[in-house]
């Protein structure tokens, strides 16, 4: 099997938690670096937590600390979904130290040692547009990029705007106009990843050792959302690793995407579903999930793992 060399830039966060541990539980991601923005809480925690679950994973990866907010305007972050330090009030023993350097830079030198490299996004945009704004011949260099970011209906911190999006939306438009194949797993996307009891206690069944069972806490830790009626929670960056690892769980199309920066729909992303801009497709949109076998595959392999 070829294995998908990849940078995770994330910001940790309950759902980047399982997002890591599933990344790092499968063999076709060969993940070779994991960078860390202030986003779900503050850099000083997401660093922390990106250190506690790679080392909880049992893995080697250097761990980079990067963009503290985002590139323009202020920093904002999400305790209410993902608790004061990130984790849903989940503890997990102290990681290995971070590598030292900065975020954008450690990309640039991945990207300088290897072709075809994915980076795949699942917090504020900021380091990776750092990375390839600050030395842009290295864009070649990338395979593709993968966000969970965006929402093509309404958000889910603004009326009008997802997150991530939201955190840093220059960011995001400048990886959107880097002319590499973007792939977005947006809101619409990952609510069909919901969380739910019977989901939890199926998880647990499976057995498996700390990262799972540190999973089913944070899991249970995380507030069921108003949006689904307090069924659940949406499982939102799983979702991005899920697509590179088994794609036949989703379907996509070709998409116009234009990201709002100013005023009140800040952040916004403008998904031209039914091509009528008649501009050319800069992402691909993830539609749809078979939410079972996404469950499924997520239970595997995190029972793999330590
Ligand atoms: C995104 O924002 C964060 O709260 C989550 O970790 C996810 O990356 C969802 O809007
Ligand atoms: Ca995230």
């Keep these: 099997m070829t294995r998908r060399v990849c940078v995770i830039d ?12 599933l990344a790092l539980a499968s063999p076709e991601l060969d993940v070779r670096l994991v960078t860390v923005a202030g986003g779900n809480v503050g850099l000083g925690h997401t660093l922390r937590n990106a250190r506690a679950i790679v080392g909880l994973a049992g893995q080697a990866v250097p761990i980079v600390a990067g963009a503290e907010g985002p590139l323009l305007g202020a920093f904002r972050s999400e305790t209410q979904v993902h608790g004061a330090d990130g984790l849903a009030g989940v503890a997990l023993p102290e990681g290995p130290p971070a590598t030292p350097g900065i975020a954008a830079d450690a990309i640039r030198a991945l990207l300088r040692a290897e072709v075809g490299v994915t980076l795949i996004g699942i917090g504020p945009a900021t380091n990776l547009a750092l990375a390839l704004a600050t030395e842009p011949a290295l864009i070649d260099r990338v395979a593709e990029i993968v ?3 965006g929402a093509w209906s309404e958000g889910n911190i603004t009326a009008s705007a997802e997150f991530n999006a939201w955190s840093d939306p220059e ?9 590499r194949p973007v792939t977005l797993a947006t809101l619409e996307l990952t609510a069909q990843a919901l969380v739910t009891r019977e989901r939890i206690d199926a998880l647990r069944a499976a057995g498996g050792g700390a990262c799972l069972d540190a999973t089913a806490r944070i899991m249970s830790g995380v507030p069921p959302s108003r949006r689904f009626a307090h069924r659940g929670h949406p499982l939102h960056d799983p979702c991005a ?14 998409v116009h995407v234009h990201v709002e920066c100013g005023g009140v729909a800040r952040g916004r992303t403008v998904v031209d579903r039914w091509d009528r801009s008649g501009l050319a497709p800069n992402a691909r949109l993830l539609d749809t999930l078979d939410a079972e076998g996404f469950f499924s595959l997520l239970t595997e392999r995190l029972a793999a793992l330590p």
Excluded: K, N, Q, S
């Design 241 to 254: 690793i899920a697509w590179l690892i088994d794609p036949t769980l989703f379907t996509h199309r070709d």
């Design 10 to 21: 994330t910001d940790p966060g309950t759902d980047d938690a399982v997002a890591l541990w």
């Design 171 to 179: 960011a995001l438009a400048m990886l959107l106009e880097c002319g």
């Design 147 to 149: 966000l969970m970011t």
